[in-house]
């Protein structure tokens, strides 16, 4: 199993571009989660999805989009960059919603560093 | 919203010597995960703790959780250069929804001077 795989690595954008940020898993996890991570800020939740057509706000979703067509696939939509997006991504599953009687720790992918000039 | 508190922010220690790295929630914790990072890579799961008063333990790691007190600590036992890097301490929050969320602490980095 690949686990949870992020694409790209590393991205650099102009202010106002858009892009969407790829993660995908293959270990039949339910629950999806978008992180960004700054430093002295820790892992702050953007979006998370509990589930195939179904999505929700984190803590910080203004700027972004998300959607979950599939199982497997949660893509993050940068819609016009602005340099406050810089950060690193991270992109999590599990395969229950945490808290329940099933927890299951969330597998994270290697993250994205994006960087918007 | 909750937060998590985690001290030290750094710790620098000598190669062979104990450390221990606190995760103090302003909320009930219904659970708390530990994770480790290495620059540039993702988080690993350490371990998970549920329960108030469970201890667990892998390789020289030790973690408990202390309900009460709405605190968990992390305990590594005669540090390895390996051990070096960013702990984060996760809590399982609670949301309006059905759905439940996890919040971060900002991270203890740790360096191990061999």
């Known amino acids: 199993n690949a686990g949870v795989t992020q694409t790209p690595k590393f991205q650099v954008l102009k202010t106002g571009q858009s892009m969407t940020l790829q993660c995908a898993q293959d270990?039949?996890?339910?629950?999806m989660s978008w992180y960004r991570q700054d430093p002295g800020m820790g892992l702050r939740l953007i979006h998370y999805?509990?589930?195939?057509?179904?999505?929700d706000q984190g803590e910080v979703p203004n700027g972004y989009n998300v959607s979950r067509s599939t199982t497997e696939d949660f893509p993050l939509r940068l819609l016009s960059a602005a340099p406050s997006q810089t950060s690193v991504y991270f992109c999590?599953?599990?395969?229950?919603?945490?808290?329940?009687?099933?927890?299951?720790?969330?597998?994270f992918g290697n993250g994205t560093r994006l960087t918007v000039t | 919203s909750q937060e998590l508190e985690q001290s030290p922010q750094s710790l620098i220690v000598q190669e062979g010597k104990n450390l221990t790295i606190n995760c103090t929630s302003s909320k009930t914790l219904y659970g708390l995960y530990w994770y480790k990072q290495k620059y540039g890579e993702g988080l690993i799961f350490l371990m998970m703790l549920q329960k108030g008063g469970e201890e667990k333990s892998h390789e020289k790691i030790t973690a408990k959780l202390d309900e009460k007190k709405q605190q968990s600590s992390l305990h590594i036992t005669a540090s390895q250069p390996s051990h070096a890097g960013i702990y984060l301490c996760g809590a399982v929050q609670i949301s309006s929804g059905s759905a439940r969320q996890l919040t971060f602490g900002s991270g203890t980095q740790l360096t191990v001077l061999p």
């Open positions: 270990m039949n996890h339910e629950y």
């Open positions: 999805s509990v589930g195939a057509g179904i999505t």
């Open positions: 999590a599953s599990s395969y229950s919603i945490l808290g329940s009687s099933y927890n299951s720790p969330l597998h």
